[in-house]
């Protein structure tokens, strides 16, 4: 008949006990590399909310882009700038998004020479900071954050602009 207790003493001689501090270790060095892990990402990715706003900018900059594509296309069939964005979004085919995503407030127009104009939006995001720039070939729409305003030329074939 075998008396001795299978934990002398207070300490657990079993196999089963090694691997059960084994266990908890791992476990706890697995949880840290996970957050250690989703720290890094959010540092380098920014938060869910500042891609978000970065997402929206850059949806701002690609209506800008497109409606100075089609200012292009009407400067070349009209020989002069639209009277302002509504005009040229009510162009028959035309699909252009004229205001804000997440406002509703129109993108600002404006004339400033025989073939130069302005086009404007309210930006959440400052691109010098975040590193990302919306590119199109041969333009960049840096901006800061607020009010900004791009300055451009129509663009006509066969014309020299």
Same mark, same amino acid.
């Given at each position: 008949m075998n008396t001795r207790p299978d934990n002398v003493g207070g300490h657990d001689h079993s196999a089963n006990g090694s691997a059960g501090r084994a266990g908890r270790w791992l476990a706890i060095?697995?949880?840290?590399?996970?957050?250690?892990?989703?720290?890094? @990402?959010?540092?380098?990715?920014?938060?869910?909310? @500042?891609?978000?706003e970065a997402k929206v900018?850059?949806?701002?900059?690609?209506?800008?882009?497109?409606?100075?594509?089609?200012?292009?296309?009407?400067?070349?069939?009209?020989?002069?700038l639209p009277p302002d964005l509504a005009a040229l979004a009510a162009e028959p085919g @035309?699909?252009?998004?004229i205001?804000?995503?997440?406002?509703?407030?129109?993108?600002?127009?404006?004339?400033?020479?025989?073939?130069?104009?302005?086009?404007?939006?309210?930006?959440?995001?400052?691109?010098?900071?975040?590193?990302?720039?919306? @590119?199109?070939?041969?333009?960049?729409?840096a901006h800061d954050v607020g009010p900004h305003c791009f300055e451009r030329k129509a663009k006509v074939p066969g014309k020299g602009e």
């Open positions: 060095v697995a949880s840290v590399v996970v957050v250690a892990t989703v720290v890094a @990402a959010i540092v380098v990715m920014g938060s869910p909310s @500042a891609q978000r900018d850059a949806r701002r900059a690609a209506d800008l882009f497109r409606i100075g594509s089609a200012i292009d296309r009407w400067v070349e069939r009209n020989d002069a @035309a699909r252009l998004a205001v804000d995503p997440v406002t509703a407030v129109p993108y600002a127009y404006a004339i400033t020479g025989a073939r130069s104009y302005e086009l404007c939006a309210t930006f959440t995001t400052d691109t010098a900071q975040s590193g990302h720039v919306e @590119a199109w070939p041969g333009e960049a729409w």
